[in-house]
């Protein structure tokens, strides 16, 4: 597997349900990035790891809660979601911004989650 | 606050030139972006320009970046179809922090 992979392409689920997004990355890079991506409005960035501790945490609601095990794998634990939470959610990585001069982010394909 | 406002849609004959347009508020940010996703897949960059530049051109691409406007477009000259895809530019504010600010993502149709 090369690049950023995510896990599971698509999810449907109830608003009681408990589900994991999983984002992999196999490119040596140490920051990792949450965003949703709803029609018509800008890509939201949700939430950043950087060598494993959370740097950016944007007034998400705690429905959405990240984990970073190590520097190569981020989940997004999903619990009692709404119907407006349904969207594309994808995982980015990038080099640590102290040892780049630009940024390039990583995009993974993204997860499709519909909230029923 | 911090935005960035793109049009949400353009539409091209194949073989001319598209030019996307993206407005952005902060004036701190060092870095410009633009990224392309196709269907089905993630964002991919496309080019980036740094804020001391007017103008970067790569190939069929070329940004320009206003700073007094604090305006950026990109322009794809002889237009293909392989080019319908949507289109973001991106802002990276310099505070410190991982701080992306996307636009809407402008989408490109090319038609033949």
């Known amino acids: 597997e090369t690049g950023v992979t995510q896990t599971p392409r698509h999810l449907v689920m109830g608003m009681t349900n408990k589900k994991s997004l999983k984002c992999e990355q196999h490119?040596?890079?140490?920051?990792m990035y949450w965003y949703k991506q709803s029609a018509k409005k800008p890509l939201e960035l949700m939430f950043v790891?950087?060598?494993?501790?959370?740097?950016e945490n944007n007034s998400v609601p705690s429905r959405f809660s990240p984990e970073c095990p190590n520097s190569s794998h981020l989940f997004l634990h999903l619990h009692t979601l709404q119907p407006e939470d349904s969207a594309l959610y994808l995982c980015?990585?990038?080099?640590?911004?102290?040892?780049?001069?630009?940024?390039?982010?990583?995009f993974g394909p993204g997860t499709r989650l519909t909230v029923l | 606050g911090e935005d960035v406002e793109q049009s949400l849609f353009l539409s091209v004959r194949e073989g001319d030139s598209s030019v996307i347009n993206c407005t952005y508020t902060d004036s701190s940010s060092t870095y410009l972006y633009w990224y392309k996703q196709e269907p089905g897949a993630g964002l991919q960059l496309l080019t980036y320009?740094?804020?001391?530049?007017d103008m970067k051109q790569d190939q069929r691409l070329t940004v320009l970046l206003n700073k007094k406007d604090k305006h950026l477009s990109l322009r794809i000259a002889d237009t293909q179809t392989g080019d319908s895809a949507i289109y973001f530019c991106?802002?990276?504010?310099?505070?410190?922090?991982?701080?992306?600010?996307f636009g809407t993502g402008t989408r490109l149709k090319v038609l033949a």
């Open positions: 320009i740094f804020s001391n530049m």
């Open positions: 490119l040596g890079h140490n920051a």
């Open positions: 991106a802002e990276n504010v310099d505070s410190g922090t991982y701080k992306y600010i």
């Open positions: 790891y950087s060598l494993e501790e959370r740097v």
């Open positions: 980015a990585s990038s080099q640590d911004r102290a040892t780049r001069k630009y940024n390039e982010q990583f």
